[in-house]
């Protein structure tokens, strides 16, 4: 996600991220429902991580990200083990895909940004790679216009016919729920907007790309008369905690993106959404470590977002300080894993009723925020002149992936 796109997320929250605790020695992974890998076979499909296909490096894209210029300075506070890589390398997705696949990890959601845009034409090479592996491939609908609301069901039956019907179905994810049912999972962000913004000055405007809820109700109406005779369901999930408005939309249920909405409150979100018959999704994340604005327009409201979990305020230069960041990023791993898959079994919620499993990841490679899991190089292996850039690169660049994996053997473990 770039920096435009994040200044509309919820800015009150970011002073106010919330805490985990660090790992201890001892820690033991969570009690998952025995019965899990017998409802669902192809369980480790129902863990995806959020996927960015947009990094080129000639020219140059997204590595610039908040001005800076690569290759020396980029968008980023870590400094990837693939270094600054493009997104249309077969070899960069071949590697993606092992680490995908040895996290145990089986479908990543892919940042869609509209039909022929450069992140829709790198999607027949990185399905051909994925398929190798055993992954599957959903999407994740960006707003790529202010107007991405009214192309909504034009968007998915273009994905669904060109990237399911035209490869026999041999990537794109269908994802089972317990009766043995399959179908479709999509996600979009920016969905259920209020139609006014107000910002510190006291300044109200409108919000560009505010849709009232009868039009994209229109639109997921109309998405599922042209589906339904085609899955025996189409899932449909806004990025949104309104769960009213989200029913009226048309929608089936939320999947929230904001790493600052800490697990605490997923419970609240979970019972308003039971409440609607709505089902739900909570990310497993290892919290927000944003690059910042190096130069603001003055008088403007831009706050540099905040350390999340915990807040703080680090010495990247300082070893300490480094595994003190890496604890707390640790801690939420485990934290919000042990969270979003125990609502989603519990039998008294929607998920558990209607038998439907599904967990997003956030992310693989947003290197902007710093929530990647994707492994980054290894502090020692950082030049000096990289070091004196101030990257957070860990000791153990693959700390996040490993912590993962670990949870999610004791998911799809036989």
Not at 205 to 222: C, H, L, M, S
Not at 358 to 372: D, L, T
Request: with cysteine.
């Amino acid at each position: 996600m770039d920096l435009t796109r994040r200044a509309f997320l919820h800015s009150a929250t970011l002073a106010a991220a919330g805490l985990a605790a660090r790992q201890s020695p001892g820690f033991a992974q969570p009690a998952l429902p025995a019965s899990l890998r017998d409802r669902y076979p192809h369980v480790r499909r129902h863990f995806a991580f959020e996927y960015y296909p947009w990094y080129r490096n000639d020219p140059w894209e997204h590595w610039p990200e908040g001005g800076h210029h690569p290759p020396a300075d980029f968008g980023s506070n870590y400094l990837p083990a693939l270094g600054l890589y493009d997104s249309r390398s077969s070899a960069v997705l071949e590697q993606h895909a092992r680490w995908i696949a040895e996290a145990g990890v089986g479908a990543i959601d892919v940042s869609w940004w509209g039909i022929d845009s450069h992140e829709d034409q790198v999607i027949p090479t990185l399905m051909d790679v994925m398929a190798d592996h055993d992954i599957r491939v959903t999407f994740n609908i960006e707003p790529y216009a202010r107007d991405h609301a009214r192309h909504y069901a034009r968007d998915l039956l273009y994905l669904i016919r060109n990237y399911g019907d035209h490869r026999s179905w041999d990537c794109f994810l269908l994802l089972d729920r317990a009766d043995g049912s399959t179908g479709p999972v999509f996600k979009s962000f920016r969905t259920i907007l209020l139609p006014t913004t107000t910002d510190c000055h006291g300044v109200t405007r409108p919000v560009a790309d505010y849709t009232p809820d009868e039009v994209w109700r229109r639109q997921t109406d109309a998405i599922r008369t042209l589906m339904r005779d085609d899955f025996d369901h189409l899932t449909l999930l806004a990025d949104s905690s309104q769960v009213a408005r989200t029913r009226a939309a048309g929608f089936d249920g939320i999947a929230l993106f904001d790493n600052y909405e800490a697990p605490d409150i997923w419970p609240h979100h979970a019972s308003n959404c039971t409440g609607r018959d709505l089902m739900f999704s909570f990310q497993i994340n290892p919290g927000f470590d944003s690059i910042v604005f190096p130069h603001p327009e003055p008088n403007t409201c831009y706050v540099a977002p905040a350390f999340a979990p915990g807040g703080g305020v680090y010495d990247w230069t300082q070893a300490a300080d480094r595994a003190a960041a890496e604890a707390l990023s640790r801690g939420r791993i485990e934290k919000s894993f042990e969270a979003t898959v125990g609502l989603q079994t519990r039998k008294e919620l929607t998920n558990a009723r209607v038998g439907f499993f599904f967990v997003y990841i956030n992310s693989f490679n947003e290197w902007h925020e710093g929530h990647q899991f994707e492994p980054a190089r290894n502090r020692a292996e950082l030049t000096p002149a990289q070091r004196a850039l101030g990257y957070h690169n860990a000791e153990h660049g693959d700390y996040r992936l490993q912590t993962l994996r670990r949870l999610i053997e004791n998911v799809i473990a036989a």
